[in-house]
């Protein structure tokens, strides 16, 4: 199973930017799609950005237009650019990537089959 670690969260000022990063352990080519999901205390787990093997790509409407998923094949990285940051963006962000199954890669269905540990980004006012 692909090994994922994310980094980059921070503190950051409401309007500002930040860049996460998820190191995967193998090649990123072979995987069926990779995502980037969210989550506060006390709520579900919110998928946020997926990236498919073609390089297609998906958002939430809460970050559309405001976060870029893309990815380094060479490096193994999965990127997450965050603009135009809020408070109600402060969460845990975590990595997550499908080895086995491409019919999970759909926004929304949050069931891929490997997952980071979490990076914390907090968006003051």
């Known amino acids: 199973q692909v090994d994922l670690v994310e980094s980059g969260g921070g503190s950051v000022q409401a309007g500002g930017s930040l860049r996460l990063s998820c190191a995967a352990s193998?090649?990123?080519?072979?995987?069926?799609?990779m995502a980037w999901l969210r989550q506060v205390p006390g709520k579900e787990r919110e998928e946020i950005a997926l990236?498919?093997?073609?390089?297609?790509?998906d958002y939430a409407d809460s970050v559309k237009g405001r976060f870029t998923i893309s990815r380094d094949n060479a490096k193994s990285i999965l990127f997450l650019q965050m603009n135009a940051l809020t408070p109600e963006d402060t969460a845990m962000y975590y990595c997550?990537?499908?080895?086995?199954?491409?019919?999970?890669?759909?926004?929304?269905?949050?069931?891929?089959?490997?997952w980071g540990q979490g990076t914390l980004v907090t968006v003051s006012s």
């Open positions: 990236i498919d093997s073609d390089g297609n790509t």
């Open positions: 193998g090649n990123i080519w072979s995987l069926h799609c």
């Open positions: 997550a990537a499908e080895e086995e199954d491409p019919t999970r890669c759909r926004m929304g269905l949050n069931a891929l089959d490997a």
